[in-house]
């Protein structure tokens, strides 16, 4: 598979991460295709066992996120959940998962929406009752699927820097 190629397939991944973290857009299953698309113009072990590992995290995601509480997303906005905290707790993810891997991901979620709700609100106590508020009317099912995605990301760069 050319560099294009790849670049490409990282971008559709990209989206997807994003698309998570947005209401009504299919974020895990673009990620999922990313990955099926990468492992049919490449067909290697290491990119089957890639896409065997994303579908097997997925379903296993899904059957979490079904015995979490569903999305409610009035209670979310009603928290205050808006566009900019999903973009801060996106970014904390994510650096969460480049600086402490893999698992830093949940701790740089929750200090994502934890910092936006603080500089928005300005006290500590505030924040921290927001912060369990947008957990509880929904935060744990985004996380949920925002990790799962973070996963197949790592392991999809992992097979494709390794080899």
Same mark, same amino acid.
């Given at each position: 598979?050319?560099?294009?190629? /790849?670049?490409?397939?990282?971008?559709?991944?990209? /989206?997807?991460?994003?698309?998570?973290?947005?209401?009504?857009?299919?974020?895990?299953?673009?990620?999922?295709?990313?990955?099926?698309?990468?492992?049919?113009?490449?067909?290697?072990?290491?990119?089957?066992?890639?896409?065997?590992?994303?579908?097997?995290?997925?379903?296993?995601?899904?059957?979490?996120?079904?015995?979490?509480?569903?999305?409610?997303?009035?209670?979310?906005?009603?928290?205050?959940?808006?566009?900019?905290?999903?973009?801060?707790?996106?970014?904390?993810?994510? /650096?969460?998962?480049?600086?402490?891997?893999?698992?830093?991901?949940?701790?740089?979620?929750?200090?994502?929406?934890?910092?936006?709700?603080?500089?928005?609100?300005?006290?500590?106590?505030?924040?921290?009752?927001?912060?369990?508020?947008?957990?509880?009317?929904?935060?744990?099912?985004?996380?949920?699927?925002?990790?799962?995605?973070?996963?197949?990301?790592?392991?999809?760069?992992?097979?494709?820097?390794?080899?």
């Amino acid at each position: 598979m050319g560099a294009w190629e /790849l670049l490409l397939v990282g971008s559709v991944i990209l /989206l997807g991460l994003g698309g998570v973290l947005v209401p009504g857009v299919p974020g895990s299953w673009l990620v999922w295709s990313a990955v099926l698309w990468w492992a049919l113009k490449d067909p290697e072990p290491i990119a089957w066992t890639v896409l065997v590992g994303a579908t097997g995290a997925l379903l296993l995601s899904q059957v979490v996120r079904w015995a979490l509480p569903p999305r409610r997303l009035r209670e979310m906005r009603a928290s205050g959940a808006d566009f900019r905290m999903a973009a801060y707790a996106g970014t904390g993810a994510l /650096l969460g998962f480049v600086v402490l891997p893999v698992v830093g991901a949940i701790p740089g979620c929750l200090a994502g929406v934890y910092l936006c709700e603080r500089l928005r609100l300005g006290r500590h106590g505030e924040a921290r009752a927001a912060l369990r508020s947008v957990m509880r009317s929904g935060g744990w099912s985004i996380l949920t699927e925002l990790f799962t995605c973070l996963l197949i990301a790592g392991a999809w760069v992992g097979a494709v820097l390794g080899g």
